[in-house]
């Protein structure tokens, strides 16, 4: 039963950390259709997806920049060619935007593996300037979404939402520290349970867009076949077992650099979502296509 609840927590913790990353740094701010039960239900959700990222990092022993980017990856098209829809809206742009360019870059290569390493190796400067650059990029991105409502948020408003969730963000890691087992062994009733509510999503998908599995299959087969080629040793995720628990304040300085961004440039309408989208995605591409080189090359 204790082995049983640590996994649980480890889960959900893990889903928060990847909800946060995907969905309230991207989003930067409440939006009005926001409710406490959507939030839940998004965290589970989440959770869901992390139970699965949980799994293939300990069968994949993913432990290198491009084994955890083929994982994060899958985790992208899980989030947005399976739980919602988007990755066929505007094809094949939105096969990298965002599966590739935000979930697989930002949440699980920036948010799980660099994350890990400033928490657990790092000098301080260099994890809090790292910290800090996070937050640079958050403020920035921020500013885009008044094109979007017609009006800008303030910067109190603004302040309330990034330390409020980096808050909640830094308890996460807290708590995926302390619980997360040595080995993710997860009993078969979990897994079918989790494989349960995964195949609901999948079924709901191939109903609402009967071509998706052509489309979703052959990008899940390639990046299974690749992580199965550059499994390594060890997951990565064992290094969180290392992390003083001193350092974890340093989560914070992306709130408050975020903020600091964000009151600078409120006032300036500036487009920045071309460019960013363009950057991650070019970044996510040439990552993607490299680990693959380097699975073939085996």
Avoid at 245 to 260: K, N
């Amino acid at each position: 039963m204790r082995e049983f609840s640590k996994r649980i927590l480890a889960v959900f913790s893990l889903g928060f950390i990847l909800m946060f990353y995907s969905e309230m740094m991207f989003w930067a701010r409440w939006r009005p259709e926001d409710t406490i039960l959507g939030l839940l239900v998004t965290w589970f959700v989440y959770s869901v997806l992390a139970f699965f990222v949980l799994l293939f990092f300990e069968r994949f022993c993913v432990d290198d920049i491009y084994s955890i980017f083929l994982l994060g990856a899958l985790f992208g098209w899980l989030v947005e060619g399976v739980v919602v829809q988007t990755a066929y809206e505007a094809f094949p742009f939105q096969l990298v935007w965002t599966p590739l360019a935000w979930h697989a870059l930002i949440s699980v290569l920036v948010g799980l593996y660099f994350v890990g390493n400033a928490l657990s190796e790092w000098k301080f400067k260099k994890a809090a300037a790292f910290f800090a650059l996070i937050g640079v990029f958050w403020g920035v991105w921020a500013i885009y979404w008044k094109f979007e409502d017609g009006y800008a948020i303030t910067t109190a408003e603004f302040a309330v939402y990034a330390f409020s969730t980096g808050i909640a963000l830094m308890a996460s890691y807290i708590v995926f520290n302390l619980v997360h087992p040595r080995t993710f062994e997860p009993t078969k009733p979990e897994t079918w349970i989790f494989s349960g509510v995964l195949a609901f999503f999948a079924l709901s998908t191939v109903v609402a867009i009967p071509f998706s599995p052509l489309v979703l299959l052959p990008l899940l087969g390639v990046s299974f076949y690749a992580l199965k080629k550059l499994s390594g040793r060890e997951s990565i995720l064992f290094q969180f077992s290392k992390i003083n628990p001193c350092r974890y304040v340093m989560v914070l300085f992306m709130p408050l650099s975020a903020v600091i961004v964000y009151a600078f440039l409120r006032e300036v309408w500036l487009e920045v979502n071309v460019l960013v989208a363009l950057t991650t995605s070019s970044v996510g591409i040439f990552i993607f296509l490299k680990a693959i080189y380097k699975a073939l090359q085996i």
